[in-house]
T-cell receptor, first 108, second 112 residues
Framework: KNEVEQSPQNLTAQEGEFITINCSYS?????LHWLQQHPGGGIVSLFM???GKKKHGRLIATINIQEKHSSLHITASHPRDSAVYIC??????????FGTGTSLTVIP | EAEVAQSPRYKITEKSQAVAFWCDPI?????LYWYRQILGQGPELLVQ????????DSQLPKDRFSAERLKGVDSTLKIQPAELGDSAMYLC??????????FGNGTRLTVT
């Protein structure tokens, strides 16, 4: 049983396209995190959110607590956005549950 | 910006040998996590510390893995003896209440 489900697993886009990655979770949470991992690289935190919407540059993250769903959007995608994007939720016991990630490839 | 420090960056060892990984979390972060990540998968929790106490080690293979955080600051993860199936990326992360999860760069372990 996966507490966090992400879709799609793999995504290929043309440079400039608008991208959406979805995350659904089944546990009670205190916060949801979007993480980015480049090939061979470490994991970087992009967003932490518990309600509403956050924006950072071309990245936008939204969360709907009632529906237990979050989306990560990338506007005007660029090849440097190619990475694995991981959704993680912080449970009420301070533990984290991770999705299996979405592998994004942006083609020039 | 403060970072989570991990060492070594890479480790190659023969099976049945002992290996140890070190992690220094961001100062002030009470919660420290050790994760194992296999290529193409999300991180799998091995052990979670709150200060010096183990909060969750239910997925830690205790016959061969051990972890400690004696003073509630830095932490060591040990494998003895290493097996071929232990080859993976070992990630350390830290957080405090209401802070993002900060990861170190990881230790890539190869067991031959």
């Amino acid at each position: 049983k996966n507490e966090v489900e992400q879709s799609p697993q793999n995504l290929t886009a043309q440079e400039g396209e608008f991208i959406t990655i979805n995350c659904s979770y089944s546990v009670g949470i205190s916060a949801l995190h979007w993480l980015q991992q480049h090939p061979g690289g470490g994991i970087v935190s992009l967003f932490m959110l518990s309600s509403g919407k956050k924006k950072h540059g071309r990245l936008i993250a939204t969360i709907n607590i009632q529906e237990k769903h979050s989306s990560l959007h990338i506007t005007a995608s660029h090849p440097r956005d190619s990475a694995v994007y991981i959704c993680a939720v912080r449970g009420t016991g301070n533990q984290f549950y991770f999705g299996t990630g979405t592998s994004l490839t942006v083609i020039p | 910006e403060a970072e989570v420090a991990q060492s070594p960056r890479y480790k190659i060892t023969e099976k049945s040998q002992a290996v140890a990984f070190w992690c220094d979390p961001i100062s002030g972060h009470a919660t420290l996590y050790w994760y194992r990540q296999i290529l193409g998968q999300g991180p799998e929790l091995l052990v979670q510390f709150q200060d010096e106490s183990v909060v969750d080690d239910s997925q830690l293979p205790k016959d061969r893995f051990s972890a400690e955080r004696l003073k509630g600051v830095d932490s060591t993860l040990k494998i003895q003896p290493a097996e071929l199936g232990d080859s993976a990326m070992y990630l350390c992360a830290s957080s405090s209440l209401n802070s993002p999860l900060h990861f170190g760069n990881g230790t890539r372990l190869t067991v031959t």
